[in-house]
């Protein structure tokens, strides 16, 4: 017994001993933890491109440079630094846009008077990782801890312009819609994007792919197109777009022989496509397609010397400079499709060629794209020594690219729409008038911006009107183009129609009684049909296993007559 009691004891003390080492250990624990902050971001915040700091501070997300080379992350091992290094001189010239759009906006009187605007634009480098953390940074700041113990702090910006990829957007706008920032794009089309559930806090100045997708089928059927390819971007933007368009054109009495996709990083995938179109019968390939997936689909064909199809475009490059040009007309040419509507903005092609290196010292971004512009090496001492030098002072009037390029204002003019209903909405939240000024503090939470945007109204300078539905959308209103060689032998997107949502019903398409140019510049409408018109005495016999529109012409049964053709009886029913 005397035993036990001494065991009993010493189990005592051991425990005791434990229990003030786990004490110690805590109090160790939370004294460690007051002499630092309590919250960490973790990684680096990315610095801005463009910065300039006012009362209000808007946002910018654009794709100014490419990632070089596909992305292949190991689980076993931390993630390799990505690049961006290839520049894109389209989306230099949008991001300058807001920069103009913003400096006019605080040289007025009658918009926010007395109040300036800032931005903090990033580089989301066409990437959706680039484009979260670009999100991200503009909803923490750059700081490298958090001070508050909450592990949470102010928006730095109330507002957000961006992005020009529908798949950046989706990223973006379910991040920041979390937090009730609304993200306003200029050229995310995906339809998927209207989901008001997902997205609550997402706008855009571009219309939805819904519409579109809808118009391409009634462009088609307008043409008497009934056997057409189909080819889209493997992404948000063409997967999207390309169902909707399927589903109108099965409603229009349209068959689809083939529809093939890839993604720009997929070369494999790309030959197999062409190889389909060359197999395939159909004249008129609807190509709902990026800019970067046209530019590599055009290559292909243009090496294998396929031409003679009629190409139908979606606006992601029926307007694109960069790959208009007198080489690509003979693939190209003819080519027809829905263009985002033009705008006009005074002031801005001088204010696109004043920019120069020495106005943003030890800004890399405009060093690259000074580079890039001129093909040349702005860096002393850099490795490029094979590339002509350049002093930083050469003048951007002497040439003709995607960033000097103002002669079709589209995405730019929804850039320029977009900073000016931020603007519109920060006027109405602050109670401006041109006479008394802002009343209300400047400080504006997201959510106030937000709830402004829903109902924000007006109208531009060159009379075009500015609203949104209650899906974040504007009116679908669109130009419909065709390819065609001016006098200059320079390829000119000629207005052949337009289509316009917000007329009534059997009004929105319309085309304008003018001279057409098809595929490969010929004068005369190419046919696309899988089966003729069966002629007066025969009858459709629907061929087994194969789409409505591929059918034989049989005779007609005994004590049946047919004096007319297929296509006389069509244009009997649609009278």
């Known amino acids: 017994m005397y035993l036990n009691q001494v065991h009993s004891s010493a189990g005592s003390e051991m425990c005791s001993g434990m229990a003030l080492q786990i004490i110690l250990l805590a109090l160790t624990v939370l004294w460690a933890a007051a002499q630092t902050p309590p919250c960490r971001i973790l990684g680096r915040a990315a610095k801005p491109s463009f910065y300039q700091h006012g009362d209000i501070n808007i946002g910018g997300v654009f794709a100014l440079h490419r990632i070089s080379g596909e992305i292949s992350n190991k689980f076993d091992t931390k993630p390799e630094h990505l690049k961006c290094s290839r520049v894109i001189l389209r989306e230099f010239r949008l991001a300058q846009t807001m920069i103009f759009a913003t400096e006019e906006i605080n040289n007025r ?104 997708s809808r118009a391409l089928a009634q462009l088609v059927k307008n043409f008497g197109w009934t056997w057409i390819g189909a080819v889209n971007s493997d992404d948000d933007y063409g997967n999207n777009g390309m169902a909707t368009f399927t589903k109108a054109a099965q409603q229009e009495g349209i068959c689809i022989e083939y529809s093939e996709k890839f993604h720009k990083t997929e070369a494999e995938k790309l030959l197999k496509v062409v190889d389909v179109i060359k197999r395939g019968t159909a004249k008129v390939i609807v190509a709902f397609l990026g800019q970067g997936e046209m530019t590599l689909l055009l290559e292909q064909l243009a090496f294998q010397n396929i031409t003679g199809f009629q190409m139908v475009g979606s606006e992601g490059w029926i307007t694109a400079s960069s790959i208009a040009s007198p080489s690509s007309f003979r693939t190209l040419g003819g080519s027809i499709g829905f263009a985002i509507t033009q705008g006009k903005i005074n002031g801005l092609q001088e204010f696109l060629l004043k920019l120069q290196p020495s106005n943003y010292p030890n800004n890399t971004d405009v060093t690259d794209f000074w580079e890039a512009a001129f093909q040349c090496n ?80 007006f109208t531009l300078g060159t009379g075009e009107k500015v609203s949104f539905d209650s899906n974040g959308d504007p009116v679908a209103r669109y130009e419909v183009v065709n390819w065609q060689l001016g006098p200059d032998g320079a390829v000119k997107f000629r207005v052949v129609g337009y289509y316009d949502d917000s007329l009534p019903s059997g009004q929105q398409f319309v085309m304008r009684p003018v001279s057409m140019v098809w595929a490969g510049g010929q004068k005369e409408k190419p046919r696309s049909v899988c089966s003729e018109s069966c002629p007066p005495g025969t009858r459709k016999a629907v061929q087994r296993g194969r789409p409505v529109c591929c059918y034989d012409c049989v005779p007609c049964n005994q004590g049946e007559i047919s004096n007319i053709t297929e296509l006389q009886r069509l244009r009997v029913i649609l009278l």
């Not at 490029?384 to 000097?404: D, Q, R, V």
Request: charged letters at 15%; hydrophobic letters at 35%.
């Open 109 to 212: 009187t009658d918009i926010l008077p007395g109040v300036s605007l800032g931005y903090k634009i990033h580089d989301s480098c066409a990437s959706p990782i680039f484009a979260t953390r670009a999100a991200m940074t503009m909803m923490n700041g750059y700081e490298d801890t958090l001070s508050d113990t909450s592990c949470s702090t102010p928006a730095v910006v109330p507002a957000i312009i961006g992005t020009s990829i529908s798949t950046n957007a989706i990223a973006i706008a379910g991040t920041v819609g979390l937090f009730q920032i609304p993200l306003i794009s200029h050229f995310s089309t995906c339809a998927c994007l209207s989901n008001r559930k997902r997205f609550p806090t997402f706008f855009r100045t571009i219309p939805s792919d819904y519409y579109q």
């Open 378 to 457: 702005l860096r002393n001492g850099d490795e490029k020594t094979h590339i002509t030098p350049c002093t930083g002072s050469e003048s951007l009037i002497e040439l003709e690219n995607a960033y000097t390029d103002i002669t079709e204002l589209r995405i730019s003019n929804n850039v320029y729409k977009a900073v000016y209903a931020v603007a519109h909405s920060v006027h109405d939240l602050l109670a401006c008038t041109p006479h008394q000024g802002c009343t209300n503090s400047v400080k504006t939470e997201p959510w106030q911006v937000l709830r402004a945007l829903k109902k924000v109204n």
